[in-house]
């Protein structure tokens, strides 16, 4: 993802709002669902109905693989159980008491991307397992309140570090965030680390997916036999919490907010 972000007008924006409105309201419908003794392929199905009910196209089908030998993305959503940090392939795991899941989606209406995730917990979790929900959520939201026009890149990830290293939690560097629009995946990278200042500059008309990955345990990151499944490398819990995110001379603008 190297080269310059495409800056889209305002009436671009609107049209991916509009993709993320269709996002979010698939994501809407799948956390309604989650509960005890669900199987993350009914949320699948949940989300794909939504989507398509709406319009949309569920961007992640069919999503080829990185490494050679993989099979292309089975779902519409990535379903990220407890330890999986992202890329769970919805399938027949059940939902219990206690654990937590990570719902990353994505929709194509008219062209445009958006990109969202939420980490749900599933009935009642322990109160540590809460608080790394809390913090997760609240590091998206010192991003996005950092995402301002004229600022760079690295202001973005040095919220996002801070808020989650303050808490004793661990930012997960393997995966970043990145622009997005016309495609899922668009330069600049949106890196959840790094120094305040560094970067690209921040200018009005860039959509960034701006997407903290906390672990409660160590960073490191192992993957499954099926080439997609990233776990942390310790069995310790991890949540996501994601946003498509425009800069503009009004301050951010979040695209998937339902709004
Ligand atoms: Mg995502
Ligand atoms: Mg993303």
């Known amino acids: 993802m190297s080269g310059k972000a495409e800056l889209k ?24 669902a ?41 779902g519409a959503i990535c379903a990220s159980v407890n330890d999986v940090i992202v890329h769970g392939i919805p399938g027949g795991e059940v939902l219990t008491v206690g654990d937590i899941i990570g719902i990353d989606c994505g929709v194509i209406l008219d062209g445009w991307h958006s990109d969202s995730a939420r980490t749900l917990a599933v009935a009642d979790v322990s109160p540590e397992t809460f608080r790394l ?36 939690f ?22 959840n680390f790094g120094p305040a200042g560094s970067g690209p500059v921040l200018a009005p008309g860039m959509t960034l997916a701006v997407e903290p990955m906390v672990n409660v345990g160590a960073a490191d990151v192992q993957f499954d036999d099926d080439g997609w499944t990233a776990r942390t490398i310790d069995g310790s819990l991890s949540a996501h919490f994601e946003h498509t995110v425009a800069i503009s001379d009004d301050g951010p603008l979040v695209l998937t907010d339902g709004s």
């Open 34 to 74: 989650v509960a005890p003794g669900v199987r993350t392929s009914e949320l699948d199905a949940i989300a794909q109905e939504y989507i398509r009910d709406h319009g949309g196209i569920p961007s992640f089908l069919g999503v080829p693989a990185a490494a050679a030998g993989v099979e292309p993305f089975p």
């Open 133 to 168: 929900l809390q913090v997760t959520q609240a590091a998206l939201g010192a991003a996005i309140a950092a995402a301002l026009a004229g600022r760079h890149i690295g202001d973005i990830s040095a919220a996002v570090q801070t808020t989650v290293e303050e808490d004793g």
């Open 9 to 32: 007008t305002p009436e671009q924006l609107e049209a991916m709002r509009a993709s993320g409105r269709v996002l979010a309201g698939a994501l809407d419908a799948v956390e309604a």
């Open 170 to 191: 661990t930012i997960v560097r393997r995966f970043v965030g990145h622009g997005i629009g016309r495609t899922m995946h668009e330069p600049p990278q949106v890196p």
